[in-house]
Nanobody, 115 residues
Framework: QVQLVESGGGSVQAGGSLRLSCAAS????????MGWYRQAPGKQRELVAG???????NYADSVTGRFTISRDIAKNTVALQMNSLQPEDTAVYYC?????????WGQGTRVTVSS
């Protein structure tokens, strides 16, 4: 079973930046997909950014140009660099990994952006 541990959340003012990191217990190159999701209070969990095994990335329209997903295969980590943060980015952010038709989730890390 893959274990995912997020870090890097916190509180920041609008316009600021945060970097989230997700450490996987297994070789991330074995994952078909890894991504960052978020869930704001009262809203459904949504995909923010993802990266495939081949290194292709995709982003939600709301974060395109502000967020960047990257991975370090040697360290088995996936990061989410978040710039120009806005109050609407406030949510719990979850790391996700898909392997052999099974989805794995981290415990989540909270991001709060104040105006």
């Amino acid at each position: 079973q893959v274990q995912l541990v997020e870090s890097g959340g916190g509180s920041v003012q609008a316009g600021g930046s945060l970097r989230l990191s997700c450490a996987a217990s297994e070789n991330i190159f074995s994952m078909r997909f890894m991504g960052w999701y978020r869930q704001a209070p009262g809203k459904q969990r949504e995909l923010v950014a993802g990266i495939s095994r081949d290194g292709l990335t995709n982003y939600a329209d709301s974060v395109t140009g502000r967020f960047t997903i990257s991975r370090d295969i040697a360290k088995n980590t996936v990061a989410l660099q978040m710039n120009s943060l806005q109050p609407e980015d406030t949510a719990v952010y979850y790391c996700n990994a898909a392997q052999n038709r099974v989805n794995y989730w981290g415990q989540g890390t909270r991001v709060t952006v104040s105006s």
